[in-house]
């Protein structure tokens, strides 16, 4: 067993073939706020994979619907394995029959502050998974603002979460960036143009 947590991530996937980040060289980051990357995965499905850095991984959840700047839409996200850090900027095609098969586009990103507290005192980001409860501050490109993900029991299962948006000054009940804005803030490419 390793101590990075990416096992996982790992024994699904084969990186020689799919080109995705190995993660065997461990990268962590120095100063400055951590990372959020929302990427944009034309798999099975289309979705949205949303990916927090707490310490020295990605926490990752699934988005069917990908995130919204509604409050009033709650989005399910069901909690998928650690990734790399150096998933972050990933971007491409993974190749047919490996596992997640399908392109993939960085839709967003930007660094995040943690708002997670309990009982009025504030809490790591670590404790609030934990907990099944945090919130952030996003500081991207299309996401910005304070934004909520809760651990629900639906289905009995403790995989799945809710992803909903603060209601705060950076909340748009009209604007649909996910439906609307396709490409990706790195290249500039749609999964298609991958």
């Known amino acids: 067993m390793t101590k990075d947590g990416l096992d996982e991530y790992r024994k699904k996937r084969d990186t020689t073939r799919s080109g995705e980040p190995s993660g065997a060289k461990r990268r962590t980051r120095k100063r400055g706020s951590p990372r959020f990357v929302v990427q944009r995965h034309d798999a099975r499905t289309v979705h949205y994979d949303f990916r927090l850095q707490v310490d020295d991984v990605l926490k990752s959840w699934a988005v069917p619907k990908g995130p919204s700047l ?3 839409e709650k989005r399910l996200a069901t909690q998928t394995e650690d990734h790399p850090l150096d998933y972050a900027d990933f971007e491409g ?4 029959g490996e596992y997640g098969a399908g392109t993939v586009i960085v839709w967003d990103t930007g660094e995040y502050e943690n708002l ?5 005192e504030p809490i790591s980001m670590a404790q609030g998974l934990e907990r099944g409860h945090v919130k952030v501050r ?3 490109q299309k996401l910005q603002g304070a934004f909520a993900l809760t651990r629900t029991t639906f289905r009995g299962r403790d995989d799945q979460w809710l ?5 705060d000054e950076h909340a748009d009940r009209r604007r649909k960036p996910e439906r609307t804005d396709l490409r990706s803030v790195l290249s500039g490419r749609t999964n298609e143009e991958l």
């Open 93 to 96: 095609r993974i190749e047919p």
């Open 163 to 167: 992803l909903v948006k603060i209601d």
């Open 116 to 120: 997670t507290e309990h009982r009025g």
């Open 70 to 72: 509604d409050p009033r």
């Open 138 to 140: 996003l500081d991207g």
